[in-house]
């Protein structure tokens, strides 16, 4: 940048010397500014003029907050008249300047331009964050900055309207700037919602901004379970629903919180399924057992809240089943299964048969399902050589168990 | 004998010929090559800007100072008149041109007779290894510097005969043409076809002295080459010279970034035999119809005047043949054997035997071969030979230009537009991408775009470390190389902002899962099928991008002498041709032609040793195809069924599986398609079986069963899996015997689901400035809940748990930084697999963060062989890790918000916990995860696990899973702290206290699992589900 404004003023000098200037050689020469005037409004024509008694080599250094420039001058009767070139004259605040005559900075004042308040400001706003949560702690900020149409903030103490609605209530604040901005802290509200804000300053205003009231954490609520029947059939649907959930503020949660439904099984297993909120109600499912058991199920917003814990008992469906093996006892044949009306239960029931050999070494676990009442197991040769073995056999929480032997 | 300048009816159609076959077929094959795109890419390069070397596209910038540029330059200039593509074809055509014209310069310098010279052009149209190397393997430099090599073989003869200067210059000048062509070229060009150029000139003059070859003795070829050692020296300087100056910046870049590549395996360095598809392409297109006269190419090339070709030619054939015998890699050493792709030996000795092959013909066509065979076998025996040995060549031709119709090299044509446009529209070119499934097409992509890649096709050029310490050539097609690919495209994808890479557009839906479980999401499918997934939470490229100077001199070099030696070559050689002509001074016969010999008296002996090697090589092939068809005759042997069988499903051929299975079944194809259809998952969907073990047992005439052991290769991991099957032979052919399928029946057949689904504008305001504020969406809040740095199995990871508090959903990034007790950075990774990266508000997950180390960086002799996607390179730490920082970025998700499948039991065994899923959703889960927490009694976590499940759940089904917990007694917590946990910038503890102030910690204590094992006591299931296709 340095060498840039080097070759500025290189250039500047070099145009200037081509001016055929003569110059007066005196030492203690100290032109007088005529013009009196020191403050201006933006964008105003600025000259500052000079009386002079003939020609001088003189230039003008304007320095504000964007830089500095070297101006060369006008002859005007023997006056010589330093015309502020427009980005000076466009940028509110202090602009010094600085007469150099022979080379010498001779003189220096400075002029106090205003911020141009009589045409149209601009207004830049922001309204963040965009959502926040209800209840008493969080907020969005509201910031405005109110400048002319060269871009100058106006000066401390601008008052600037911010206005914000919320349900039925629209307030309406003054602020004042400071620090060249205006600023407001829009507290969020006990109710979920939707807080619209806009500033306005002379004729101006902002457009609408948005920040979202989000409902609060969830609170302790309740959980129901409705099935069609109460047998383990391993084949209906439990549907566990929440009641409305709400926050502290009896806001309803924000749709798609997450709700986890723990069920806790006789034998300790902890079940999960999960569901999000829809206008606060989660509703998930999970098939029923396939074998006699008593659920307990509570439902979590993890860390936030928690619901009631509910039983649901599931009677036994299927009471006994025949087992049949064949002459060699490599084909083993289960049910048929029936269920609680003695109907065939639905297709898909898993049968597991735990093979071990004779010393309790468990070897492999077969698993079959139901097929119209009937589950078949085959015990190949190749991989169940002739010998002793002993089987457990599992379906819909019966268990037994069988010592064979296993002869082609 | 005619003069020279009438003109030659056998190169006039061979010319002919050659632009109306080759002409015409580069449209419908060049496209397709394997690298005719890459070379359009550079062309584009040159195109946009032709003096700077620096080219941002690929690998996040290289130079193109690393190739020669004569051709990229040449395409790039011709593309200002008609595009790019026009500008690849004609200098393809050129180069056929070239090289028809180059084969007949040669063979007539060779044989000294221009009748046989006519032929060996019209042989070189039909070469098999010409038609290979243009229409499959699209090596266009590789063409044009070899056939000028070719032009200037008669010079370079010349010159070290007579010593005449004007030869000296048209040689030096086509040599310059070679060298910025290609630089493999003249280097193995000096080697192979100069050396026995010169040895065969200095033989000549020899041959001179004392008026016979025959009588040309070692003291006369000695003086000889006294009389020719200068002329041959300052030729050789003079090359020497033009190979350093004229691409001086390639030898520059060489020098200041040597190839730190590791090998990449190619085909050609296979053993021929064992892997037969790298012999047909490498050694038996090439060579084709060749092989049958193999002996009287050795005949001839071992007389005494073509001795030296002789011996360049046997050792071309031998480092031809890559990895079949171990004499190339001991001729060329360790590191020459494994950067070189040998097949181009095998290219040069085909075209060095051309000319032979061309004076064979022309014995048989009509010279002493012919009737020497009317004479011992007949006339009509003489046309059969002539006939086969044209059907031969033809049929060759046609199979090796159909090759890559057949068994395409190459997806199907990819319409680049959308792509291209997606690119441009709304700064998307902002950020780097990666095409997935394109082939060698992502060069023309490339070529098309302003956007940057993180790969690239030119591996030489690469500096990123994950890609040169990795064998792979693209990680576009990382399936195909196994772990190492796989491996190397995982690191893209988990640590993306390292690469400022957001988008990749999938065309194989094989990387899905990958990218699914990397925390990628689909984004939109373009209207030409690729899908669009992208990353949230990665900056765009800086304004500014690093790149590597090179002197000013150099780029003006490389911009001007490639184009300058054409101009230069052009006006020496045509230029002076036309000059001759137009003087009409009649021309001197070339030295050469002098020396032809007169063709009679074809020995006997060699007919009937070319009869009989015939014969063998005819045996071989014919042994050849009987194995091929014993072994893969489907339903030969209870082996081959099984092998079939599994081979026909792993490339979802369903109805030839099919017809594998038992026909007594009654399974109708139909219900065997329906049962197929609706089983889903990654083995099913997402993997390739990699190898397949057959056990059989009890085999009877008719009966065997088997014990099938298998491998697949998933995006995700690698898959063992064992299946038993009966297998019968029912008329002659076996079958498989078919299994029964899963009975379940879902409980409903409709339901009704209500589901919460988001929706994200983006920008609201359609503007090209930066997204207005009030359009960009607060990120979401998450909460650490712990983190803990720990050691397990030698290996440092930070575990823990967080939420998500806001009340949005959540994209999760998470990015942890390890460091030393004096604050020294050691080691950064982000979470991988161990996280669900999409949380529903108030959701929690685990996760994991694994510092993996950029693979075999250092143990690159140890290289694993086998293919293991999920193989993990633990890194390499200096220093003991005791201190963590921990970033977690949340954006907000509106994609891959599934959570609907259920833990429907669980079962503690001696041998795992066996459970069930259920899905009780609308969407069929492809791939359900299960993340495992393993926590103290005190209910703090201590580790975290991940399992995939091989099948996927349809609706309303259930899915069984067996897990063997970990034993962890060995776990060492290093350190547990919250303190260096930031969301989104802000520190976790401020969010703690402000969010969830009053948080119930007991709500996580009640959702853990009490189990006994070893070195923990609680443990807990969470689940995540990646759907293929969703609804």
């Known amino acids: ?408 | 004998m005619k003069t020279i300048q009438n003109t030659n009816t056998l190169l006039i159609l061979a010319l002919i010929i050659g632009l109306a076959f080759h002409g015409t077929s580069i449209f419908f094959t060049l496209e397709y090559t394997y690298d005719a795109l890459i070379h359009l890419f550079f062309a584009s390069h040159y195109a946009i800007d032709w003096f700077e070397p620096w080219d941002y596209h690929w690998y996040t910038g290289f130079t193109v100072q690393s190739y020669p540029p004569l051709i990229h330059q040449t395409i790039g200039l011709l593309s200002k008149v008609g595009g790019l593509k026009f500008g690849m074809f004609t200098v393809a055509i050129v180069g056929i041109l070239l090289f028809i014209t180059g084969v007949y310069r040669f063979a007539a310098f060779m044989t000294g007779n221009r009748r046989v010279a006519g032929y060996t052009a019209l042989l070189a149209v039909f070469s098999s290894t010409f038609i290979e190397t243009l229409h499959i393997f699209g090596q266009l430099p590789s063409i044009c510097a070899l056939s000028i090599l070719l032009h200037v073989m008669p010079e370079i003869y010349l010159w070290t005969k007579t010593g005449k200067y004007k030869f000296l210059v048209s040689s030096l000048s086509l040599i310059a043409v070679t060298v910025t062509s290609h630089h493999v070229t003249p280097i193995f060009g000096m080697v192979f076809f100069i050396f026995p150029l010169l040895g065969m000139a200095v033989m000549d003059s020899a041959a001179e002295q004392v008026n016979n070859i025959k009588d040309v003795r070692f003291k006369t070829f000695y003086k000889a080459f006294k009389k020719c050692f200068w002329r041959i020296v300052i030729f050789g300087g003079a090359s020497l010279v033009l190979i350093i100056t004229c691409i001086l910046p390639y030898w520059y870049n060489s020098k200041k970034n040597p190839i730190t590549q590791v090998p990449i395996p190619h085909g050609s360095r296979d053993n021929f035999l064992e892997v037969t598809s790298s012999g047909l392409v490498f050694f038996v297109i090439p060579w084709g119809i060749l092989l049958f006269i193999l002996p009287y190419l050795f005949y001839r090339f071992y007389s005494k005047r073509y001795m030296f070709f002789g011996m360049s030619f046997t050792m071309l054939t031998i480092l031809g043949t890559g990895g079949t015998t171990p004499i190339p890699l001991k001729l060329l050493g360790e590191t020459a054997f494994n950067i070189l792709t040998l097949d181009r030996f095998t290219l040069w000795a085909t075209i060095m035997a051309l000319p032979i092959f061309g004076e064979f013909a022309y014995r048989l066509v009509e010279g002493d071969l012919k009737e020497r065979i009317h004479g011992m076998f007949g006339r009509l025996y003489h046309r059969i030979l002539g006939g086969t040995i044209a059907g031969g060549l033809l049929l060759m031709v046609g199979f090796t230009i159909t090759l890559g119709y057949f068994r395409p090299s190459q997806p199907a044509q990819i319409k680049m537009l959308p792509i291209v446009n997606f690119l441009s529209q709304d700064s998307h070119d902002s950020w780097r991408y990666l095409p997935l499934g394109f082939g060698d097409q992502m060069a023309w992509l490339s070529a098309q775009t302003m956007a940057m890649t993180v790969d690239g096709n030119y591996h030489s050029a690469r500096r990123l470390p994950e890609l040169t310490t990795r064998a792979i050539e693209r990680i576009e097609n990382s399936k195909f190389r196994g772990v190492e690919g796989i491996g190397s495209l995982q690191q893209f994808l988990t640590v993306p902002e390292k690469y400022n890479l957001k988008y990749i557009f999938s065309n194989d839906k094989f990387y899905d899962p990958i990218l699914y479980f990397c925390g990628w999401q689909r984004l939109q499918q373009l209207e030409n099928g690729i899908m669009v997934w992208e990353k949230l939470n990665v900056p765009p490229l800086p304004e500014i991008l690093p790149k590597e100077q090179t002197p000013l001199f150099l780029n003006i070099l490389w911009g001007f002498i490639p184009l300058s030696t054409v101009v230069f070559a052009f006006a020496i050689n045509i230029m002076m041709l036309w000059l001759k002509k137009l003087k009409l001074r009649k021309g001197e016969l070339p030295n050469f032609m002098k020396l032809s010999v007169s063709y009679s008296h074809f020995p006997k002996n060699l007919i009937i040793i070319n009869h009989v090697w015939a014969i063998i090589v005819l045996c071989s092939l014919f042994f050849g195809l009987y194995t091929f068809y014993v072994k893969n005759t489907a339903q030969l042997s209870p082996n081959n069924v099984v092998q079939s069988y599994y081979d026909a499903i792993d490339f979802k051929e369903f109805e030839r599986a099919h017809s594998y299975l038992d026909p007594n079944a009654n399974l109708s194809i139909d219900q065997y398609m329906l049962e197929v259809s609706v089983t889903d998952g990654i083995l099913s969907s997402y993997a390739k079986l990699d190898s397949i073990g057959i056990e059989l047992s009890d085999v009877t005439n008719l009966s065997a069963k088997a014990k099938v052991s298998t491998q697949w290769i998933t995006p995700l991991e690698k898959i063992s899996k064992n299946y038993f099957h009966e297998l019968v032979k029912i008329a002659n052919k076996w079958y498989i015997k078919t299994k029964k399928k899963d009975s379940d029946i879902p409980p409903d057949q409709l339901f009704t689901e209500n589901t919460t689904t988001f929706y994200n504008h983006g920008r609201r305001k359609i503007t090209t400035q930066q997204t207005h504020h009030e359009d960009v969406l607060k990120q979401p809040v998450l909460e650490i809940l712990s983190a803990k740095l720990v050691k397990y199995n030698g290996q440092y990871s930070i575990i823990g748990e967080l939420q998500n508090v806001d009340d949005v959903p959540a994209d999760v990034v998470i990015k942890a930084t390890l460091y030393n007790d004096l604050n020294k950075e050691l080691a950064v990774y982000n979470a991988k697999f161990h996280v669900k990266h999409k949380l529903m508000p108030k959701e929690t997950t685990p996760f994991k963060v694994n510092f993996e180390g950029i693979a075999w960086s250092s143990t690159k002799d140890t290289m694993p062989p086998t293919f293991n996607p999920d193989e993990f390179t633990p890194i390499a730490l200096d220093e003991q890790p005791i201190k963590f920082n921990l970033q977690t970025a949340g954006n907000v998700a509106n994609t891959d918000l599934y959570k609907r499948v259920a833990l429907q039991n669980l079962e503690f065994t001696n041998y795992g916990i066996n459970g069930v899923l259920y899905n009780s959703g609308i969407q069929e889960v492809t791939i359900p995860q299960l993340l495992i927490s393993y926590y103290n009694e005190e209910h703090e976590l201590l580790w975290v696990d991940h399992q995939f499940m091989t099948e996927g759940i349809r609706v309303q089904r259930k899915q069984f899973f067996t897990y063997l917990p970990l034993e962890i007694d060995c776990i060492k917590v290093i350190e547990s702290s919250l303190e260096n946990c930031y969301v989104n910038g802000l520190p976790n503890a401020s969010i703690t206290k402000k969010v969830f102030p009053n948080r119930e910690y007991e709500h996580s204590h009640a959702q853990e699992q009490q189990y006994n094992g070893t070195g923990f006591s609680f443990i807990k299931f969470d689940i995540n589900s990646y759907i293929g296709n969703p609804k």
């Open chain 1, 1 to 408: 940048m340095n060498l840039k404004y080097f070759i500025l003023i290189i250039l500047f000098q070099l145009s200037c010397s081509r001016e055929q200037v003569s110059i007066t050689h005196a030492e203690n020469f100290r032109p007088q500014i005529i013009s009196n005037k020191t403050i201006y409004e933006a964008g105003e024509t600025i000259s500052l003029e000079f009386k002079t008694n003939g020609e001088v080599d003189a230039k003008i250094l304007l320095k504000n907050a964007y830089g500095s420039s070297l101006i060369a001058p006008e002859l005007n009767n023997n006056n010589i008249v330093f015309k502020v070139p427009v980005n000076y004259r466009k940028k509110a605040g202090i602009c010094n300047w600085v007469l150099i005559v022979n080379g010498k900075s001779v003189t220096k004042g400075e002029l106090q331009i205003l911020p141009k308040s009589k045409a149209k400001p601009t207004l830049e706003t922001y309204f963040g964050p965009r959502s926040i949560t209800a209840g008493i702690s969080d907020y969005s900020m509201l910031v405005c900055v109110t400048t002319d149409i060269y871009d100058n903030v106006f000066p401390e103490g601008t008052d600037v309207l911010f206005r914000s609605q919320f349900l039925n209530t629209i307030s309406e604040n003054t602020i004042t700037s400071k620090d060249l901005i205006s600023w407001k802290n829009i507290p969020t509200t006990k109710k979920a919602g939707r807080i619209l804000v806009n500033t306005s300053f002379k004729e101006v205003t902002s457009s609408e901004l948005t920040s979202i009231v989000f409902p609060s954490n969830a609170v302790k609520f309740m959980i129901k379970a409705d099935r069609n029947h109460n047998y383990a059939d391993g084949n209906q649907i439990i549907k566990f629903q929440t009641d409305v959930i709400l926050d502290k503020y009896k806001n309803i949660v924000s749709d798609g919180t997450m709700v986890n439904f723990i069920v806790e099984n006789t034998h300790g297993a902890l079940l999960n399924t999960v569901a999000p909120t829809i206008r606060g109600i989660a509703s998930a499912s999970i098939l029923h057992p396939s074998e006699k058991d008593d659920w307990k199920i509570t439902a979590y917003v993890t860390g936030a809240a928690k619901s009631n814990t509910i039983t649901a008992k599931f009677k036994t469906a299927i009471k006994d089943y025949e087992v049949i093996f064949s002459e060699s006892n490599r084909s083993i044949t289960i049910g048929p299964l029936t269920s609680f009306m003695q109907q065939l239960i639905p297709d898909g029931i898993l049968i597991q048969l735990e093979i071990y050999n004779k010393s309790g070494k468990h070897l492999e676990t077969k698993k079959v399902s139901s097929i119209k009442g009937f589950g078949h197991i085959n015990l190949e040769k190749e991989y169940h050589p002739n010998g002793d073995y002993h089987l457990k056999l599992k379906a819909a929480g019966i268990h037994k168990e069988f010592d064979l032997t296993l002869d082609e």
